[in-house]
């Protein structure tokens, strides 16, 4: 089997074979952390957006969605503490030169130790076969538990050091932990300094300090300051939530892992108003929420995991992350964060608007407390996309890659193919595409022999291929392919639709 290196490797040479996501400015050598989606890419995108948007928007009577500008006006990111605190702890080291943010030195370093967990459960999976129970393993058997132990210690001690904001003591954390830099493979390290992550622009043709305007590093901030508007034009009573999807950028120091952390990314936010003090009622009703919409495309229960904030903001009383098992291990999807009423009093304190609500069944009027749902549109990408993406052994020793997408979230949902481009076969293919194509996203294509076509298909996620052969053309029927089990069924044209809309609905959520 693949290792996890080469399956990511993979991931970023299929995502560009087929379309679906290009290096930005490649022709100018790309710009690091920065990425273009392309045809298909671009169809699976909105696809996703389009899933969170109706799950959130469309499914909730209580919850409307905007679309705030990116530029802000800059006193925003002062109230809500981007300028003094969106900070990433960095240090360098002084034999290679590179530069690295502290806190990820130490979850790299964990995550090495989580790789001997594994190992070791690997080893026993073998020696039991299927007695095997990874979970009494994990919590009886001597080695697992010391490197658990030593886990649980780095987080303790990385947790404090933060919150302190000490920086020295995280600098003596790195040294302590033997960490080297996997360059020049020394631990000759600077000290750790503090790097704001937001990027800085001009207004106006008057260069000077007033005019210094950021590029959003999150849509949230959006949303508080439209608060009212939304709730006075919308009618909107407490519990309600707003929603939004669009552009963040950040200038990531360790940018990398494809599109995992990249510096003009896109976020689907939702920010829930509530009364004070119900605030971790709704975090814990969010926290199962938002894992339900993930688990409802299909992908096992087991690639997820909650992993609960051990350092919390100083505006927060709870936090969770939702993580997603990618390639390269266990890694932060989405983030739940319960915000008290930290955001809407720090714009008013900063606007001078007061920014309340009046709850006629208490009658009285209070600063609403937050729970925000905070995913990365290009990380959901990634975790579907790569799970999706499979080589598999045929029973007749032949091979295929299959993206295997959530037939809603795929580009198209349906090939049209004529099994020859001749004997009218390409009319009619042409002639049914025509009547199908103001429901679905279709794709036509006649070129090589069908056995490539349906490889074609299958390497870009189409769920059904629909071949048009000379019996069509008597009886009025085609033979429907689909992509998972390769299984084929004749079905009269007439019955095509109602086929493709039984078989990809949109993904409901229980
Ligand atoms: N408003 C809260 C907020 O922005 P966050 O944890 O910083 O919280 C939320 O970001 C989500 O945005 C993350 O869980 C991740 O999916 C996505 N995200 C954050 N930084 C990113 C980056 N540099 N590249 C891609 N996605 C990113």
Known sequence: MANQEEIFKKVVSHAKEYGFIFPSSEIYDGLAAVYDYGQLGTELKNNIKQYWWRAMVQYHENIVGIDSAIFMHPRI??????VDAFNDPLIDNKDSKKRYRADVLIEDHIAKIEEKINKECEKAHKRFGDAFDRQQFITTNARVLEHQKQIDE?????????????LAGLKQLILDLGIVCPVSGTRNWTDVRQFNLMFATKMG?????????????ETAQGIFVNFLNVQKSGRMKIPFGIAQIGKAFRNEIV???FIFRMREFEQMEMQF???PGTELEWFNHWKEERLKWHLALGIPAEKYRYHDHEKLAHYANAATDIEFEFPFGFKE?????????FDLSRHSEFSGKKLQYFDSELNESYTPYVIETSIGVDRTFLAIFSHALKDETLPDGSTRTVLSLPAPLAPYKAAILPLVKKDGLPEKAREIMNTLKYDFMLQYDEKDAIGRRYRRQDAIGTPYCITVDNDTLSDNTVTVRDRDNMQQQRISIEKL???LYDHIQPVKID
């Open 77 to 82: 990111w002062k109230a809500s503490g981007h």
């Open 154 to 166: 780095i987080h303790a001690k990385y947790a404090e050091l933060m919150n302190a904001n000490d």
């Open 205 to 217: 043709s008057v260069i000077d300090d007033s005019d210094t305007l950021y590029l959003r590093p």
């Open 255 to 257: 940018a990398r892992q």
């Open 273 to 275: 108003f509530v009364r």
């Open 333 to 341: 999807l989405e983030g739940i964060h319960s915000r008290t009423d």
């Open 497 to 499: 639709r109602a086929f």
